[in-house]
């Protein structure tokens, strides 16, 4: 019996449970990353503890979304309230694997979780520090051009994957358009338009989602990103000309192209 026909006898409800359970763990180790990483702290050494006393956690206290409520948000130790974040993040890791596993119930979920993964914690990330660190980035390349090598390779195991070709040009159409608005930025006006983390990002993501849905993901992020901008003026929470993290509408804008991408270009061709 080949891996396929194995996969085909899981049921389809069974794999998306499992990929599910599988996302809070991750989610769980995603808010370690969040928290340590830009701190330059190791992701791995020490393990969990709380912020505020320092105190390691307890077996108990590390099962996701259920510790939180069960400590009714709050450290068992110092009694410091703990962000409904950690939560929320555990939660959105699990759909965002459930999600995967219901659109490709292959190998390539595996694929597309790391991708997912790196998605949210550079969300995250870039929306407190207005910084991605290369690490992430480094790791969803690698990531894509394994899952495009083995979808070339082994297309049975691996369906899916954009085509070598269309996920170099995914990754140059991601790139440059920021690049180029980013020099422009700075001849006109002086000041960086684009950080070039961002421009990384999208590269990565362009070599995921190949050159027709990353041209989706930038409409999506600038008329996300820009009618948070308006409401951030208006409101007088921010002042012209201030940056604002542009990552988190990239990569939610890679998400949603990721499953309604083929459906609006279908209607639109």
Known sequence: ???????????????VVFAFIIGLLFGSFANVVIYRLPKGKSIVNPPSFCPSCQ???AAIELIPVIS????????RSCKTKISSRYPIAELMCGALFASMAYFTPTLS??????????????????????????GLLITGTITGVLWVALGHFLPELFP????????LLG???GAIPLLVIDRISIWILKKDGFGYGDVKLMAMIGLFLGWQLTLGVFFFAFVS????????LLRRKAKRGEYMAFGPFLCAG????FWLGEWLFSRLV
């Open 68 to 75: 939180w409520l069960l400590l009714r948000t709050r450290c």
């Open 55 to 57: 105190r390691r956690l």
């Open 171 to 173: 990754a140059v159409a």
């Open 225 to 232: 990103g820009g009618m948070f901008a308006t409401y951030l």
């Open 160 to 167: 899916h994957a954009p085509l070598w070709h269309n996920a």
């Open 254 to 257: 890679a998400v949603l192209v």
């Open 109 to 134: 979920a595996i694929m597309l979780c790391i991708f997912a993964f790196i998605l949210l914690v550079v969300s995250f990330i870039d929306w407190d520090t207005q910084e991605i660190p290369d």
């Open 1 to 15: 019996m080949t891996i396929p026909e194995a996969l085909s006898y899981i049921p389809a409800t069974l794999w």
